[in-house]
Nanobody, 125 residues
């Protein structure tokens, strides 16, 4: 599988951006998908993860809960990350990653995942 992330850009605090991760060559429902981010000088953080295991669940980091929403678009074979009320601390390179669908988010291993190229999100006034 190949993943293609897009949608990054610059926005003021309080603004919104929508990131998209295209799943190429396979169906988006063949995978558990996660969004990660890495801010300058910081470690990688998992922002959100969506699994179809057990009927399906979506998980969010506490830092983005209530502001970010992950959704799947089966028609376009994409996984979207809607980011609202963006804060300066959301500035980071965002990556989407995928593991086979039989892995729950709790079993998501970065080493086992396929990664897309990052897309930069900059939040500043």
């Amino acid at each position: 599988v190949q993943l293609q992330a897009s949608g990054g850009g610059s926005v003021q605090p309080g603004g919104s951006l929508r990131l998209s991760c295209a799943v190429l060559e396979f169906h988006v429902d063949d995978y558990t998908i996660a969004w990660f981010r890495q801010a300058p000088g910081k470690g990688r953080e998992r922002v959100s993860c969506d699994t179809l295991v057990g009927g399906g669940s979506t998980y969010y980091a506490d830092s983005v809960k209530g502001r970010f929403t992950l959704s799947r678009d089966n028609r376009r074979h994409t996984v979207e990350l809607q980011m609202n009320d963006l804060k300066v601390e959301d500035t980071a390179v965002y990556y989407c990653a995928a593991v086979p669908r039989y892995y729950h988010c709790s079993e998501f291993s970065a080493d086992r995942a396929t990664w897309g190229r990052g897309t930069l999100v900059t939040v500043s006034s």
